[in-house]
């Protein structure tokens, strides 16, 4: 079943076309890449699907239900979560806390009555919700260090937790082990395909580590200045001579 | 119609003076990337220099002109780049308007120092006639320009021309733009940054004396306020410029006078429109602006390619002290404040008693401060204006139902959550500069269309409010009337750290940290910031009530004038915007330090009463010193803290705390190691973790 | 005599704020040589090259620029001697036009006697600017940014160019067309420092490769000495290169 269908996205800047009439289809549980040189649009598009930016052209549906004009915040409660190639954590404040601002996030409730009655303590459910999720990605530790302290690494990881915390259906990642060294790279290889089989969440993951990308990926779609160029299982688009030029040429001799 | 032409041409002149005081916003913005408030405190200075040298030393037309314009203009710019905002090209907007804030409170005041307080009546004009009516053209037509009038256009025309000029053809306007964008790219390029900013604020500087002169004898005496409302008004043609084109900025400008011109002669004189629209225009137009153009969201925002060179900013939200020393740090605090209610009630006389009361009204409308600005990152520029809503309420509520004291003050403040809500709708969306900017245009709309009517205010008798009565304790008696308050300034305090420390403040503490990623897990970009609106301008409202209820009326002109308003924000964030305890301290700071330096200023003069003999330079000096220092003196101390606030952007009083809570972890723990070199290079990017703010 | 060396770097220590990105660094490049500075992600490679070009002040150390003492001086001061960065990302002004950019350029560059003449070289050398030279340059695609960079080095003559990760992102293509404009530079006598993630452009360019890591010199020697040393951490893990290689 498609779970998220992207058609014919564009998306111009100034006169700059950013993407031009891109798709990408993710199917439930399936592990999809996209990759492509810098500024290829793959942020862009990222931003296109949770709402960041609106596209000038094309439609993206959700579980069928059509996306547009949909917030960003609604479509993280609909089961979209992402997290950024820029890591964008919540400044004075614990690894704890980033998690428990998702956590409260999705239960929505009345946030300014619940303060004034009962206090915004944590509870043992949560802090029993936020144990788990981070010790399942190996950062228990760490939870309630402030996020200042962290190492990039770390800070990847504690990321990919507060997006696991609301249980997505679809994980948008943006170049994850950007900036991290071989041994972290491999730890959230390992932890990324942990949570694509066990717990069949579809990801999208953008990526430049093509070794990451072959061992992980079923499907990937290619994109070159703004345009998609190939998709399809990951060996036939590695094999792919337009593929090879454009993007995997660089790095073989 | 031809009478709408004759309105249109009479509102040129009007015009003109919005250009110039616009083109002059855009050039600072354009050559400094600062959104320079104390542009009209600068003019003021000009004016006021202008004024002393012409009327009271009788210089010539040229010497007086080229003294406050050419030189004393420029020296404040220079002054003002190289000691403050060459440190701040890489701040936050935010801490760069705070600072233009802190500049626009203190810079009349230094004037008042340096030049004498007494009022100047009829400022003199910048042209040879000696009146303005001696001079006029075209004679005899049906629409006559003055003088003044005449001067005002041609410097217009000059200026905007020149300008055109020198950013589209010359190299040092190709060098300003460079160094704007990016002062160490243009470096990289061979530029010397430091000049160019410094030409460039010199010229800004000039074209600010220059406004400031022409501008003066519009007014019947010289004051900060008329050139400072008058520069908010001149916002709206630098909005509709974009903040960068100054061609569209002259257009706007000159639209915006001939609009007003036209109201004015269309409208019947004595309609609410004519009373209240026609001054209150420019604000709407302002305000309209901001909600409507598009693009503003994201002009001006050009990110520095080379700011990775510098060391990360401190977060202004980090509480960077122990938890035991926080606790400890609360419970001492509330100790305190109990022994203070308790020496006021017991050892203060009368005088100083009243300013304490009023300090602990003041404390619980500056709380809407701390929740705004402080937890929701926001800086609303019109606190005043809701507890000025605040303390109407309560007063109608009073005398049209009969209603108790203490109820009216609650439905007052539930009225000014409503309005605040209503306001935050549409301006949360908005970037912070732009949103203090709409924060302000809404001040002076209340205060121009709101305040004079009768249904609001009562009219030109301020309303009186009287004090609560609960059971047989009447609170007639300051010593009641101080608990009642004490009590109320707990309960708002107890919601605010409730909020601080709950939901709420986590989803604001996410929104103002990283906006993109609060929305990435379902945390609404409005909601929160909404929410926090409205409960600050309801705080507010209940504060406006309270002060009110103990002065005996709801007087807007003595108690919440927009410009007192703006003091209050900059003693709130320059003490600590997150902090309970600095709203409290802003609030008793605020009476007590001027009645405390007037004592002070006043010793001189009684010592030299009882030693009539004395003689000297000690004499002489003490001479100089007097009481009516005091106001000026607390300004320009208010001010200085908000000039600090880029530097400390957590607040004086919580570097403070976060200083002693280093050296006592020091003293704790002084073994600990330094830190490994290479523990600290698998940070190198993690400097930049925390999203941009 | 020899003359002095472009540039020298003598036990060079930089820090951001608290924290400490090189230690006791010792790099030469000598007139009209090229030398490759390699390293992974944040090994301080881009903290050298800020160094050099006056960005940041060393903590310890000195800067030496054809055997003067540049310690501590002001950016311009230093571009004014012929040291020119073009750095990765965006090296320009993106709300001033491509003829403004090169415009400032020229006129603040002691060594252009004629900047219409070296507007019109530039044009010359690279037509595709002279048809944007109204639109502003933060509109140009990604690398027709790099190409106006280097058409604005190239017509002021440096003595000595920081390439600071100049492929970063490019499609191969126009990597490559970076690069044989490099080599231009290059042969016109002008030393280079090319600062690269990516080696093979680089290492067929230098004269002389030396290794960054954790902020300290690892090694220096001839470019074909290199593939010996990798130890996969002159490499992003992941470049096939590195993945052959036992570790």
């Known amino acids: 079943m498609t779970l998220l269908n992207a058609v014919h996205i564009t998306k111009r800047f100034d006169g700059l076309t950013a993407l031009k009439a891109v798709d990408l289809q993710v199917k439930a549980g399936e592990f999809a890449a996209v990759i492509g040189p810098n500024g290829a649009g793959k942020s862009t598009l990222f931003n296109c699907l949770t709402g960041q930016l609106t596209p000038d052209e094309g439609t993206i549906h959700y579980n069928d239900e059509d996306l547009r ?78 996020v200042e302290s962290l190492t990039l690494g770390m800070a990847r990881l504690v990321e990919l937790a507060r997006a696991l915390v609301t249980q997505p259906q679809l994980l948008l990642l943006d170049e994850p082990s950007s900036g991290l060294d071989r041994r972290e790279t491999a730890h959230m290889a390992q932890v990324l395909q942990l949570v694509c089989r066990e717990e069949s969440v579809a990801v999208a993951l953008i990526e430049h580590d093509v070794a990451m990308v072959g061992d992980l990926a079923e499907t990937v779609w290619v994109l070159d200045y703004g345009q998609l160029i190939a998709h399809g299982p990951t060996q036939e688009v590695f094999a792919d001579e337009k593929v090879r030029a454009a993007y995997l040429g660089l790095q073989v001799r | 119609m031809v009478d709408l032409v004759e309105y249109a041409i009479r509102g040129i002149p009007t015009g003109c003076v919005y250009a ?109 006639v000696r009146r303005t009516d001696e001079w006029l053209w075209p004679q005899g037509s049906s629409v006559v320009l003055d003088a003044g009038q005449i001067a005002t256009i041609v410097s217009t025309i000059v200026v905007v021309i020149a300008l055109v000029f020198l950013f589209a053809r010359t190299q040092i306007g190709l060098k300003m733009r460079a160094v704007v964008e990016s002062a160490r790219m243009a470096e990289l390029y061979g530029v010397n940054s430091e000049r160019t900013s410094m030409t460039a604020w010199a010229l800004s500087s000039l074209l600010a004396g220059l406004a400031g002169v022409l501008v003066a004898p ?86 520095d390619p080379l700011a990775g060179v510098d060391p990360p900013p401190p977060s202004p ?46 404390s619980v409308i500056l709380l809407s401060i701390t929740v705004a600005t402080g937890l929701g990152g926001m800086l609303s520029l019109c606190p005043a204006a809701f507890a000025a809503i605040g303390a109407f309420a309560t007063a109608q509520l009073v005398e049209a139902t009969g209603m108790t004291v203490i109820g009216a003050m609650i439905i007052a403040g539930l009225v000014s959550a409503t309005a605040g809500a209503a306001l935050a709708l549409p301006v949360v969306r908005l970037g912070a500069v732009y949103l203090a900017l709409a924060t302000l245009a809404f001040a002076l709309m209340f205060e121009s269309i709101l305040v004079p009517l009768s249904w609001v205010s009562g009219g030109s008798v301020p309303l009186s409010v009287p004090r609560p009565l609960i059971g047989s304790i009447d609170m007639a008696d300051d010593r009641w009337f101080l608990l009642f308050a004490a009590t109320c300034l707990g309960l708002i305090a107890w919601v605010v750290v409730r909020l601080r420390e709950g939901t709420m403040g986590r989803f604001l503490q996410a929104l103002y940290t990283s906006r993109d990623a609060a929305e990435s897990i379902g945390v609404s970009a409005t909601r929160p910031r909404v929410m926090a609106f409205a409960v600050s301008a309801g705080i507010a409202g209940f504060g406006g009530g309270l002060l009110a209820s103990y002065a005996g009326q709801a007087n807007y002109q003595a108690s919440f004038v927009y410009l ?41 003069e009684n010592w030299l009463e009882a030693h009539p003999d004395a003689s000297g330079p000690v004499a002489s000096l003490l001479e100089v010193i007097t009481p009516s220092w005091a106001v000026p003196v607390a300004f320009i101390l208010f001010g200085a803290g908000a000039i600090m606030y880029a530097r400390h952007p957590e607040g004086s009083l919580q570097s403070q705390m976060s200083a002693l809570g280093r050296a006592v972890n020091r003293r704790i723990d002084p073994g600990g190691e330094p830190p490994d070199p290479a523990d600290d290079l698998d940070r190198e990017s993690s400097a930049d973790l925390v999203g941009p703010s | 005599m020899t003359p002095p060396p472009a540039l020298q770097l003598e036990d060079v220590s930089a820090s951001y704020g608290s924290f400490r990105a090189l230690f006791h660094v010792n790099l030469t490049v000598e007139n009209g040589s090229a030398v490759a500075l390699i390293g992974a992600n944040g090994a301080g490679k881009s903290t050298v090259a800020r160094v050099a070009s006056g960005l940041i002040r060393p903590s310890s150390g000195r800067l030496l ?155 220096r020697g001839d470019p074909a000495d290199v593939g010996e040393v990798t130890g996969g951490l002159l490499l992003p893990s992941g470049h096939p290169a590195a993945i052959d290689e036992p570790t």
Request: hydrophobic share 50%; net charge neutral; proline share 5%.
């Open chain 1, 69 to 146: 004009g949909v917030p960003p915040a609604q479509r993280s409660l609909l089961g979209i979560g992402r997290t950024f190639q820029r890591i964008q954590l919540f400044g004075g404040m614990t690894v704890r806390d980033q998690l428990l601002v998702a956590i409260r996030a999705h239960k929505h409730h009345g946030a300014l009555w619940n303060d004034l009655l009962r206090g915004g303590h944590l509870t043992s459910a949560e802090k029993e919700t936020t144990d788990s999720t981070l010790d399942r990605l190996g950062i228990g530790s760490i939870a309630d260090s402030p």
């Open chain 2, 20 to 128: 110039l005081l616009a083109v002059g916003l855009v050039l600072t913005y354009k050559t400094s990337g600062v959104f320079n408030l104390a542009y009209g405190a600068q003019a003021f200075a000009s004016a006021s220099v202008f004024y002393v040298v012409r009327k009271d030393h009788e210089w010539p037309l040229w010497a007086a002109a080229i003294l406050a314009i050419v030189i004393v203009g420029p020296a404040i710019g220079l002054v003002l780049e190289r000691f403050l905002f060459r440190y701040l090209r890489g701040s936050p907007p935010m801490a760069k308007l705070v600072t233009s804030l802190g500049l626009l409170i203190a810079i009349p005041e230094v004037v008042r120092l340096l030049l004498g307080s007494g009022s100047r009546k009829n400022p003199p004009p910048l042209w040879w």
């Open chain 2, 218 to 303: 519009l007014f019947a005496s010289l004051n900060p306020l008329d050139l400072f409302t008058l520069l908010v008004a001149a916002l709206a043609a630098t909005v509709f410029g974009g903040l960068t084109s100054i061609p569209l900025t002259f257009a706007g400008g000159i639209a915006l006078g001939v609009l007003q011109a036209v109201m004015a002669g269309a409208l019947p004189t004595d309609s609410v429109f004519a009373t209240g629209l026609r001054p209150g225009l420019p604000f709407i137009v302002l305000f309209a602006l901001l909600m409507f153009r598009p693009g503003l969201r994201t002009s001006g925002e050009l990110q």
């Open chain 2, 317 to 362: 939200v980090t509480q960077d002290q122990p938890k035991w020393l926080t606790r400890g740090s609360r419970a001492l605090m509330i100790l305190l404040l109990l022994v203070a209610c308790w020496i006021s009630i017991s050892v203060l006389d009368a005088f100083w008693l009243g300013l304490v009361v009023s300090g602990v009204c003041l």
């Open chain 2, 564 to 604: 007192v308003g703006l003091v209050w924000v900059a003693l709130v964030v320059s003490t600590g915007a997150r902090s309970v305890l600095a709203a409290i301290i802003s609030g008793m700071v605020f009476f007590l330090l001027p009645a405390g330096l007037e004592r002070l200023f006043s010793w001189p």
């Open chain 3, 65 to 219: 620029i054809s055997g003067s003492d540049f310690t501590g001086s002001a950016p311009h001061q230093i571009a004014r001697t012929g040291v020119a960065l073009a750095n990765e990302g965006r090296s320009l002004f993106a709300s001033l036009t491509v003829q403004e950019n090169l415009s400032l350029a020229f006129r603040n560059a002691p060594s252009v006697t004629d900047p219409d003449a070296a507007m019109n070289s530039a044009f010359a050398l690279f037509p595709q600017l002279e048809e944007r030279c109204t639109q502003q340059a933060g509109t140009l695609s990604g690398g027709e940014q790099r190409i106006l960079t280097l058409a604005r080095v190239m017509a002021t003559k440096p003595q000595l160019l920081i390439a600071d990760e100049l492929s970063l992102g490019l499609a191969p293509l126009v990597t490559t067309q970076v690069y044989e404009a490099l080599a231009t530079i290059r042969d016109s006598g002008c030393a280079l420092l090319i600062v690269e993630q990516h080696l093979d452009h680089a290492l067929a360019l230098a004269d002389e490769v030396v290794a960054i890591e954790k902020g300290e010199i690892t090694f």
